[in-house]
């Protein structure tokens, strides 16, 4: 046991104890506890072992409040790489800790705390939208022009009532497109402004009732035989007007007429005829038959390059008829060499047969090739 000596008391006697005097060492042996009952009150410096005080020594609750925000200059107590050694750092080192890559993710943002002064530039892309996020609210004036576009991105779901104007088509809009090379069938439909109203019309209301539709037409090349057919449409048209227009070859002959049954020409007896002409020097010319294999288109020409011939006439058909159901009447025109003189006539043929007819042959009554421009025309019913 261990012995106090009294001369290191002071004082000696009393309530009041100081143990040693300066300079002295006092020392608790290992293995000795020493226990104070009552309060310890250290005045010096006090120099522990580390780890000799627990944490739970530590009366955080029984200090004083800072009672003010923290700032960068506070200090805090911590252990270094957790190893036992206690050091200070400043409040301003937190932020760095805390706001290191990737620590803060969206739950921890307030609503409405990411505004534009928070964002840099181009910092978010397409691929941070949220599927249906961009509408028009998000979309300012002017933002999106055709290079954003998609191809085919616009189709008529996308485009508004009247939005297309005259201003946006390309002048090839109609030139562009196939061409018809056929009269429009009546069901065949085009656009009409009616009163700044579009509307659609069917051609059988616009095209014209009673004229004369063109039907062929061309220039007839060198040939003996010239034949027309497969024109004839007898629900559509009883009468054709024929035009045959610089007519050269029949050296001074008529220009014989003959109808068309299956491409070949109507054979043997059955053409009626009459012409009467009136010559420019006032003389008259007069020809009729009967019952022959041709009829006359009028009088003889020259139609010589220089003295070419004209013709016109009209074809009446009927198709129930078996007697003169097909007839032929028409004016020709030109210069007879023969007679020195020009000529104009009228003319007619009766044709006397039950062949149903679908066109006509002409050639030269000598037998002389001929060329000519021609145009057909059907008279509606």
């Given at each position: 046991?261990?012995?106090?000596?009294v001369d290191k008391l002071d004082?000696?006697?009393?309530?009041?104890?100081?143990?040693?005097?300066?300079?002295d060492t006092v020392t608790v042996?290992?293995?000795?506890?020493?226990?104070?009952?009552?309060?310890?009150?250290?005045?010096?410096?006090?120099?522990?072992?580390?780890?000799?005080?627990?944490?739970?020594?530590?009366?955080?609750?029984?200090?004083?409040?800072?009672?003010?925000?923290?700032?960068?200059?506070?200090?805090?107590?911590?252990?270094?790489?957790?190893?036992?050694?206690?050091?200070?750092?400043?409040?301003?080192?937190?932020?760095?800790?805390?706001?290191?890559?990737?620590?803060?993710?969206?739950?921890?943002?307030?609503?409405?705390?990411?505004?534009?002064?928070?964002?840099?530039?181009?910092?978010?892309?397409?691929?941070?939208?949220?599927?249906?996020?961009?509408?028009?609210?998000?979309?300012?004036?002017?933002?999106?022009?055709?290079?954003?576009?998609?191809?085919?991105?616009?189709?008529?779901?996308?485009?508004?009532?009247?939005?297309?104007?005259?201003?946006?088509?390309?002048?090839?809009?109609?030139?562009?497109?196939?061409?018809?090379?056929?009269?429009?069938?009546?069901?065949?439909?085009?656009?009409?402004?009616?009163?700044?109203?579009?509307?659609?019309?069917?051609?059988?209301?616009?095209?014209?009732?009673?004229?004369?539709?063109?039907?062929?037409?061309?220039?007839?090349?060198?040939?003996?035989?010239?034949?027309?057919?497969?024109?004839?449409?007898?629900?559509?048209?009883?009468?054709?007007?024929?035009?045959?227009?610089?007519?050269?070859?029949?050296?001074?002959?008529?220009?014989?007429?003959?109808?068309?049954?299956?491409?070949?020409?109507?054979?043997?007896?059955?053409?009626?005829?009459?012409?009467?002409?009136?010559?420019?020097?006032?003389?008259?010319?007069?020809?009729?038959?009967?019952?022959?294999?041709?009829?006359?288109?009028?009088?003889?020409?020259?139609?010589?390059?220089?003295?070419?011939?004209?013709?016109?006439?009209?074809?009446?058909?009927?198709?129930?008829?078996?007697?003169?159901?097909?007839?032929?009447?028409?004016?020709?025109?030109?210069?007879?060499?023969?007679?020195?003189?020009?000529?104009?006539?009228?003319?007619?043929?009766?044709?006397?047969?039950?062949?149903?007819?679908?066109?006509?042959?002409?050639?030269?009554?000598?037998?002389?090739?001929?060329?000519?421009?021609?145009?057909?025309?059907?008279?509606?019913?």
């Amino acid at each position: 046991m261990g012995t106090l000596e009294v001369d290191k008391l002071d004082p000696q006697s009393g309530t009041a104890l100081e143990i040693g005097t300066s300079g002295d060492t006092v020392t608790v042996p290992s293995g000795v506890t020493l226990t104070v009952a009552g309060a310890l009150n250290v005045t010096g410096t006090t120099a522990l072992a580390d780890g000799t005080v627990a944490i739970a020594e530590l009366d955080i609750d029984g200090g004083t409040d800072i009672g003010e925000a923290i700032v960068d200059a506070d200090l805090f107590v911590i252990d270094n790489g957790a190893g036992g050694t206690n050091r200070k750092t400043a409040a301003s080192r937190l932020t760095t800790y805390i706001l290191g890559a990737n620590s803060i993710d969206s739950d921890m943002y307030v609503d409405g705390s990411i505004d534009a002064a928070h964002m840099s530039a181009n910092s978010i892309d397409s691929a941070s939208y949220v599927d249906g996020s961009i509408d028009n609210a998000h979309i300012a004036d002017d933002a999106i022009d055709s290079e954003h576009y998609a191809d085919l991105s616009i189709d008529t779901a996308h485009i508004g009532a009247l939005q297309v104007t005259g201003a946006k088509l390309n002048t090839d809009v109609i030139s562009a497109q196939t061409a018809l090379a056929s009269e429009p069938a009546d069901t065949d439909e085009f656009m009409v402004s009616d009163a700044g109203v579009l509307k659609r019309i069917d051609y059988s209301l616009i095209k014209g009732s009673g004229t004369h539709v063109k039907l062929v037409s061309g220039s007839a090349s060198s040939a003996v035989n010239q034949d027309f057919q497969s024109f004839m449409d007898t629900s559509k048209y009883n009468t054709y007007m024929v035009e045959f227009s610089n007519l050269v070859g029949l050296q001074g002959n008529t220009f014989d007429f003959q109808f068309l049954q299956s491409d070949n020409s109507v054979s043997g007896a059955g053409y009626w005829g009459s012409v009467q002409g009136l010559r420019s020097n006032g003389g008259y010319y007069i020809d009729n038959y009967e019952n022959v294999a041709q009829g006359e288109l009028g009088s003889a020409l020259d139609t010589s390059a220089s003295t070419v011939g004209a013709y016109l006439f009209w074809i009446y058909n009927n198709p129930n008829s078996t007697t003169y159901g097909s007839s032929v009447y028409g004016q020709n025109w030109g210069y007879r060499a023969d007679w020195s003189d020009f000529i104009y006539a009228n003319f007619t043929i009766g044709f006397n047969n039950s062949n149903s007819v679908h066109g006509f042959r002409v050639h030269a009554a000598g037998n002389d090739a001929t060329t000519f421009d021609y145009a057909i025309y059907g008279i509606a019913k």
